[in-house]
């Protein structure tokens, strides 16, 4: 497929791409990720639980909304990453791709659990109910069951090939899904009853959103890491056989 | 022979196959009126009750209906080998899926977009409820036959398949779910519900142009 002079130029852009280049790369970059996320997240709960001020119709109760917050911007900001990762693996059939959107789903799963957690949690007091059939609660559902079915359905495929593509065609029709399902939820919910608990009242003191995109940030930092070492297990699983992987020292010396 | 030539061909195939099965076709409109006479039993049989959840209980009731019947899309050719022969053409791969999906919405879908209008008089909905019924499911079903032939051909062969099929394919549903009962509520509620049925139509043909080929490549994978 590839002329020779693409071949050349095409390898300083690939040189990562391969599994075997990314796996030392991910193994630097992982302390200074989670050790960002630590930073960032004591600094976002320091602010939002120390300095910032109860809210004037919640009280402390809104807190929470530094950890629901960030989690519901994950959830939604991680499919659409696993889904550009797909599309090149679709395009350019790098392994690497489909395993980076492999190891983004369980992550991507967990921040929407945790949405849907932290939001019943505060919908129990501010609303008097743990669930509403609101259209940001359900479709935010509907997501969490997106990833569950893009999990299930990569674990279940033996064939290491096959896993890949299948996951990398089911985010694609996920991605294009997602936003008609998030609109037909809203428009479903209009229809029937009145957005009624979508108002948050007051707005936003900036310490408050200060420390919001801190957690945000912080959020971010977390998921970065973790999928960088579920990528590192998942390379290691798919190259046990192969020299590099048997020369790794952490390797090596477990066998010996 | 021409490519249209050649989708005719594997929809007359296909038909003819289903028609040696009939009995595959009846399982499904007897799940379908049997979810449907479930839910007066379980709720109570007031009319007022079953006028107001009648449209989405038989949407319901259609979906799933329409979800038992995915799996047997590929499932026997890819047994008995003939799914090989038919990757083995020069035509288009995503001709003779778009062909398949053809003969399948004609066999299982229409049949229960036919029957929900019967079940519709049963819940007592008045007649311009059920012409909105059969409307919304006759464009609403494309959808879940071709998104649904999606899904079976990426789980075809899988162990459990068939429940993995419907954790893929249902949360991607909702919309056609959410639009179909829709269009029947607000004709309930003294609307046209050609908003609804307008969103449906529009994804029918998003659905109908993307899903042959992304099946397609599924298809060859299970293949492999």
Sequence with gaps: MQTPTSARSSRHWFHFSAPSTFYPLAGRAIPWFSALALVLALAG????????????????????????????????????????????????KTRLSALMAQALAPTGAWMALMSLLTGSLWGKPMWGTWWVWDARLTSMLLLFFLYLGFIALTRSIDDPDRADQAGSI?????????????????????????ASVSSRGSSMASVMLLAMLLMGLAAWMYAIAM????????????????????????VAAKES | ??????????????????????????VGLMFFVLVATLFPLAIGPEPAWLLR???????????????????????????????????????????????????????????????????????????????????????????ITTLGGVG???????????????LLVLPLLAPVL?????????????????????LLAAMMCASVFCSPWLAARALRLAIE
């Design chain 2, 53 to 143: 959840i009648g449209p989405g209980v038989l949407w319901v009731a259609a979906l799933l209906a329409n979800l038992l019947a995915l799996p047997r899309l590929f499932q026997s050719d890819w047994q008995d080998g003939s799914l090989e022969q038919l990757l083995l053409n020069p035509f288009p791969v995503s001709v003779m899926v778009a062909g398949k999906f053809a003969a399948h919405w004609l066999a299982s879908s229409v049949p229960l977009a036919l029957a929900a209008p019967l079940l519709g008089i049963q819940y007592g909905l008045p007649s311009a409820q059920w012409l909105m019924l059969l409307a919304s499911l006759l464009l609403g079903t494309p959808i």
């Design chain 2, 178 to 198: 959410i639009f179909g009962s829709g269009a029947v509520a607000a004709v309930a509620a003294g609307q046209s519900g050609m908003a609804e049925l307008s």
């Design chain 1, 170 to 194: 089911l985010s694609l029709v996920g991605v294009f899904n997602v936003p008609v399902i998030y609109f037909s939820v809203y428009w479903w919910n209009t229809l029937h009853q009145g």
């Design chain 2, 1 to 26: 022979m021409s490519v249209i030539r050649f989708f005719g061909s594997i929809v007359v195939r296909d038909l003819l196959l289903a028609w040696r099965q009939r009995g595959d076709v009846l």
């Design chain 2, 152 to 166: 079976a051909a990426l789980t075809l062969g899988l162990r459990q398949g068939e429940v993995l099929l419907a």
């Design chain 1, 227 to 250: 999928t960088l070492r579920r990528v590192r297990v998942l390379i290691l699983q798919r190259e046990a056989n192969t020299r590099w992987v048997q020369e790794l020292t952490e």
């Design chain 1, 45 to 92: 709960l320091w602010i939002g639980f120390a300095i910032a001020p109860s809210d004037a119709q919640q009280g402390d109760g809104y807190r929470i909304i530094y950890l629901h917050v960030p989690t519901s911007w994950m959830a939604m900001f991680i499919y659409v990453v696993m889904a550009f990762w797909s599309v090149i693996h679709l395009v350019w």
